[in-house]
Each structure stands twice: as C-alpha cells, then as structure tokens.
C-alpha cells in the first residue's frame, strides 16, 4: 500500500545491518517512524508494546524473530529458547505460534552453521505468502461487494472494527483488502470506523490508513454502530480476525461480539475476512477453547493522543482507585457470522472445513 505516493510494507529485513525494519504503530497516526529491531528480545518486546500488531502481521514479525535468534546463536537449545520466547509473547493470535513452529521444523532439520541462511529466506517466504493471501482475499471480498452494489444501487457504507487493514499484515489487509480494491476498482464504497477502545486502533490506525489510500471514511464512537444499522446506515460489515475455529467461531478484537449481534438483529450481513493461517483447525468451540488475552489496565485508565504543543502524550480518564479490566479479544459464535472471506472463496462458517478440507487430508 501506498503512504504519499509510496509504497510500503509494514515489514522488511536490513540483512545489511542484520536487522529488521518496523513501522512504529505506537506512534500513528501523529508519527510515522521506522524502528530497526536487531535481537530477539527487542522482536518479543515489539510485539507484546503492539509496534506490531494485527495476527498476519506478528506472524510474519516472528518468522523474523526467529531469524534474529539465528543470529544470536543456532544452537538447537536458543531454537528452542526463542520459540518459547515468542509464542509467550501474545497467545490469542493463532497466525504467531503457526509461523514459529514452521520456522522452528524448518531449522531444527538443518546443521546449526546452515541455519541463518535458511532462516531469512523461509521468514521472507512467510511474509510474501501473507501478501499473496490477502490479494485472493482482495478479489474474493471485491466480488461481494459488487454484487451488493449492484442489489443497494448506490454508494455502499461498510462498518469495521479495530484495524484489519494493511497495518495489521505485511501488506493489503484482510477486512479492508475488499475495501481497498472497490476503491482502486471505482466502485463507490464509504467505511464507518469504529474508534476502538481501548488503544483506539480504528481511530488512530485505520482511519489514518484509509486516509493516505483516499478512501471516503468516518470515524465513529463503538458505541454508535448499533444505531447506525437500526437507520438503514450499514451494508456490510467486515472485520478481521486473530482466530477462527474450525467450527467458524470468530475471535476478534474485543466489541466484536456487539457489533455482530447488533448485525444480526438489523439485517445486516456481518463477514470476517482471513487468511488460512489464522484458522486453528485444532479448536471447535471458541468460547471454551481460545485463551483469551488480558492486556495492561493501563490501556483503559489512559489514552494517548497529541497536546497542543506538538507532543504524544498519554492522559489519566479514571478517577484514583478505580480498577480497570482489560480484556483484549472476544468471540463471536459462527451462528451470527454471514461468511467467511478467505483466499479460496468465500463460505458461511459451517462450509470453511469443507473448503480446505482436501489440504487438511
């Protein structure tokens, strides 16, 4: 994707400086900074701070990860040391243990001198795979879209949560990939984005991707979604996902659940949109099987944002003693799920096993 007529991708290696280069989430939208991540524990720490963030994208950051521990050392106890170390680092999103066992199988089969080598090429075949994912998730979402232009007549309005966008992958996004292509494609299309507490990434992230693509976009308080359906607002809506079960159960940003709900009863078709690598085909039921991340409650006592005087800075929203409970994901039972938007098609959630089901023999 482009930011100022140039392209980018959220993730890349300085095989120079034996290094990989980050966009800085931390800092958007009021800072775009380029941060060089040169040993495993600054890899583990970027994750866990979310200077990466989305389940594509921190897969693809621990592939690199993995190859900044080769670096360190190839024995095979660091191999294991940094697998450990990285999978502990956010446990909802499927897409980051997926890319570390891959990376771990593929090194553990080698001699200890052969494995950096090894390690960049199968990290940077990680992160071209997830471009070319999201690209068929681009087309097949596109199709959607169309067809329901064709049937409203007019400008369509779709709602997303959080920010699945190309942000939160090594490039294009999930959610917003059929956005971005209806965009690029002429098709008239207008995104409600959901600020996102806590952390705010729709406000400060999508919104801010949206903008430098030049896609039409408002942002809009969480709360307000469910009412923007009940007033005929809201075509569609789309959202990521850091997993999905094999049953379809969508676990998601947390408010992800009220928004589908709110999608349900209003008629409104509510679709997530993933790559295969964040579908854990070990699971059936979300609620009872997915570990439910729980962040700092620093991240709702606060919220950061730009002073007058040019600065970043974090403020103090709840009065002193008051606890804070943070949960990070929630999820969305496959019963209120429309479809899912994936690389091979698009399928309500009943049908995905049976859409991969050849490769998963």
């Known amino acids: 994707m482009k930011i100022d007529g140039k392209s980018w991708r959220t993730i890349w290696p300085d095989r120079a400086s034996d290094a990989v280069c980050i ?54 106890d660091h191999l294991q ?17 997926w890319a570390v066992r891959r990376m771990q199988a593929e090194l553990a089969a080698l001699k200890a001198e052969a494995r950096i080598e090894l390690a ?9 795979e997830d471009v070319h994912l999201n690209q068929a ?53 207008h995104v409600w984005v959901d600020e996102t507490r806590p952390r705010n990434q729709g406000a400060s992230l999508t919104a801010w991707e949206l903008g430098c693509h030049g896609v039409p976009h408002t942002v809009i308080s969480d709360n307000a979604g469910g009412h923007l359906m009940q007033h005929g607002e809201v075509d569609m809506v789309i959202v990521g996902a850091d997993r999905v079960t094999a049953s379809g159960d969508v676990c998601n940003k947390i408010g992800t659940y ?5 999608a349900f009863d209003n008629g409104v078709p509510f679709y997530a ?34 002073l007058t005087d040019g600065s970043v800075a974090a403020v103090h929203l709840l009065p002193p003693g008051s606890a804070a409970l943070n949960p990070a994901f929630d999820v969305t039972p496959a019963r209120l799920v429309s479809g899912i938007i994936c ?10 096993h049976a859409l991969f089901e050849q490769s998963l023999d």
């Open 273 to 306: 949109a993933v790559p295969s690598p964040t579908i854990d085909w070990t699971i059936r039921d979300g609620l009872r099987e997915i570990e439910i991340e729980h962040r700092d409650a620093q991240e709702v006592a606060t919220m950061q944002g730009l």
């Open 258 to 262: 009220l928004k589908a709900l709110a």
């Open 343 to 352: 690389e091979r098609g698009v399928v309500r959630p009943d049908s995905l």
């Open 137 to 189: 998730i681009a087309r097949h979402g596109l199709g959607l879209l169309q067809r329901l232009a064709a049937e409203k007549g007019r400008k369509l309005n779709v709602l997303t949560h959080c920010n699945a966008g190309w942000l939160a992958t090594v490039d294009w996004g999930t959610a917003l990939a059929p956005v971005y292509a209806a965009h690029d494609s002429g098709l008239p299309v």
């Open 120 to 128: 960049w090429r199968e990290a940077a075949r990680i992160a071209d």
């Open 23 to 76: 966009i800085d989430q931390t800092l958007l939208p009021h800072r775009f900074e380029i941060r060089q991540i040169g040993s495993l524990q600054d890899m583990v720490h970027a994750i866990k701070t979310m200077q990466v963030r989305g389940a594509p994208l921190i897969g693809a950051a621990a592939a690199y990860g993995m190859v900044l521990a080769m670096l360190e050392n190839q024995a095979d």
């Open 81 to 97: 040391h940094a697998a450990q170390c990285l999978i502990a680092s956010r446990p909802t999103a499927v897409n980051l243990s």
